[in-house]
């Protein structure tokens, strides 16, 4: 059971990027997925999620009419689309799945496998 993220790297503010999130040994469409990041010197936090049940989302106010979270069945993958990035969005991205299917938990510890993280610098 693993899970993969990749897409980061260097982008100028504005520019875009789509971060991936594979998973390897089971299906992602049972469970509920996380996209997190955490930037120099801050706490790690949630910037968007998918439920299992519905494939509703959610999306922290700071990256709202940015980023889009979206699955991908055919490539067992959730993918986060980042538009209009800026500076402030630089730090390491992780995805995370949750058994909860219904809703998209607010606390990260209940969100139990995490893939090892990518990074985006939004810098010109």
């Known amino acids: 059971v693993q899970l993969q993220a990749s897409g980061g790297g260097l982008v100028q503010p504005g520019g875009s990027l789509r971060l991936s999130c594979a998973a390897s040994?089971?299906?992602?469409?049972?469970?509920?997925v996380g996209w997190f990041r955490q930037a120099p010197g801050k706490e790690r936090e949630r910037v968007s999620c998918?439920?299992?049940?519905?494939?509703?989302?959610t999306s922290a106010d700071s990256v709202k009419g940015r980023f889009t979270i979206s699955r991908d069945n055919a490539k067992n993958a959730v993918n986060l689309r980042m538009n209009s990035l800026k500076p402030e969005d630089t730090g390491v991205y992780y995805c995370?799945?949750?058994?909860?299917?219904?809703?998209?938990?607010?606390?990260?510890?209940?969100?139990?496998?995490w893939g090892q993280g990518t990074l985006v610098t939004v810098s010109s």
């Open positions: 995370a799945t949750s058994r909860n299917i219904y809703a998209c938990p607010g606390s990260q510890a209940m969100f139990l496998s």
């Open positions: 998918i439920r299992a049940s519905d494939s509703s989302t």
């Open positions: 040994g089971f299906s992602l469409r049972g469970y509920t």
